[in-house]
């Protein structure tokens, strides 16, 4: 159990709307988790071993709240291509690959060496199909000092037959399997249930999941109401839903007695809202990859009045890249599109709202995560901004602004999770 002091400006977020900024303070990790930000180190800390960043920033690790570990290999490609399209030409095949150990070793140890080097502490990964490279995936996050949630990905139709699973029973027998084998067996790496989304997955498939995921007492991830062709389809499938949430949830797979993850819900109308609100359903914001994909523009600030839980999401390789700070970039940029070319009245995003987003919002799927505040588990990431050159004076607010919206991992200088130094 870690013990210490940081010294540096602590930089976090209080609440949806407000950063807040503590200069030349004081961080104490007791035990791992955050015992307090102070002006003056109290006596009963003096004893602790202390590091002082001086001009340096300290903020909240970040929560990748949706991303896919096996599309890290084609990040940037496709990106001309609509999200079916873009899954049957790119995701599709190159998801095939992790069949074999040998690549799956190679591409996932690229995957997870970037991540560690991010500002990203906790992710919610999708894996492949595939038993072996999932596992293997999950022993490499173990390694990395990372804390994530991984899947193992459920698909029995509409996918090529050399990825597919054959059957209802082979799915769910892959998956108890996987379960058993991962469920407990690591302190930072833990499994969740992962039906790709609804066209993947059979009914029956999808009701067998829901026992599986009681039986083990796992979380859920998957996409929700991502692309108006995808959402035409769904309706197709499983017409007795009221909407996509519904479809889920009628599967018993939309949370309420349990955590779940929706990606994306561009298109989320409120009865779709109302659902996740009482199930609390997590919403895991992709803006970048709803923009290449050609999904559109969720209406956050809509969702966070309406008092949904909503995170940050890279979507890798829906997005190009696995920095939550660009993330928060993109967040701001399309919401402002948003307002500006479609809906007057839902406001654009704040740089304060979207730092909020990436960490306290999808911290909270992980539980006392994302903030300093006593007790949160200690997760944080120091900036260097010295290379970021300007003549004026610029407060620590607007050095955290700036370093964030730029966006470059040059800046990251070193990184605590769950109080462990990574580097
Ligand atoms: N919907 C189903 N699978 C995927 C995927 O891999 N990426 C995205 N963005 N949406 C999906
Ligand atoms: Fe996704």
Redesign the pocket.
Same mark, same amino acid.
């Given at each position: 159990m870690a013990n210490f002091v940081l010294k540096g400006h602590i930089c976090q977020s209080l609440d949806e709307r407000h950063l807040g900024i503590r200069e030349n303070h004081y961080l104490v990790c007791l035990e791992n988790r955050c015992a307090g930000v102070y002006p003056i180190l109290p006596t009963k800390y003096r004893g602790l071993p202390m590091t002082d960043y001086g001009d340096r920033l300290i903020i909240p690790g970040m929560t990748d709240l949706h991303l /896919?570990a096996p599309?890290f290999s084609f990040r940037g490609l496709g990106m001309d291509m609509e !999200?079916l399209d873009w !899954?049957n030409t790119n995701?599709f095949p190159e998801e095939t690959k992790y069949a074999d150990l040998d690549y799956a070793r190679t591409a996932y140890s690229q995957f997870v060496a970037h991540l560690r080097r991010s500002e990203t502490t906790r992710a919610c990964i $999708?894996a492949t199909v595939h038993v072996p490279a999932t596992q293997l995936l999950m022993e490499l996050m173990e390694q990395s000092g990372l804390v994530s949630y991984v899947g193992k990905v459920n698909m029995n139709r509409n996918a090529p037959l050399y990825l597919a699973e054959p059957s209802t029973i082979a799915s769910v027998r892959n998956t108890r399997l996987w379960l058993e084998e991962t469920a407990g067996k690591w302190q930072r790496t833990k499994p969740i249930l992962t039906p790709? $989304?609804i066209p @993947?997955c059979t009914d029956d498939l999808m009701y067998r999941l829901a026992d599986l995921r009681a039986e083990f007492d796992v979380p859920v991830q998957s /996409?929700l109401s &991502?692309n108006y062709s &995808?959402i035409a389809w769904v309706k197709e499938l499983v017409p007795t839903a009221r909407n996509y949430g519904d479809a889920y949830r009628k599967f018993g797979l939309f949370g309420g007695d349990h955590r779940c993850i929706m990606? /994306?819900c561009v298109h989320s109308d409120t009865l779709e809202m109302e659902y996740m609100r009482q199930n609390g359903v997590f919403i895991a914001h @992709?803006p970048e @990859?709803n923009m290449n !994909?050609a999904s559109g523009v969720a209406p956050i600030k809509k969702f966070l009045d309406y008092g949904l839980k909503v995170g940050l999401a890279t979507?890798v390789a829906?997005g190009s890249q696995e920095s939550m700070f660009r993330a928060m970039t993109h967040a701001i940029q399309a919401s402002k599109l948003r307002w500006r070319l479609q809906d007057q009245s839902v406001a654009p995003l704040t740089f304060d709202m979207v730092f909020y987003l990436a960490t306290r919002g999808g911290g909270a799927f992980f539980g006392d995560v994302g903030a300093f505040d006593p007790g949160y588990e200690f997760d944080a990431v120091v900036l260097d901004d010295s290379n970021l050159d300007h003549p004026q004076p610029l407060s620590v607010r607007e050095r955290l602004e700036r370093t964030a919206y730029l966006g470059d991992d040059r800046n990251i200088y070193a990184k605590y999770v769950a109080g462990t130094k990574l580097f």
């Open positions: /896919h599309q !999200l !899954l995701t $999708f790709r $989304f @993947s /996409h &991502e &995808e990606a /994306h @992709s @990859s !994909l979507d829906g």
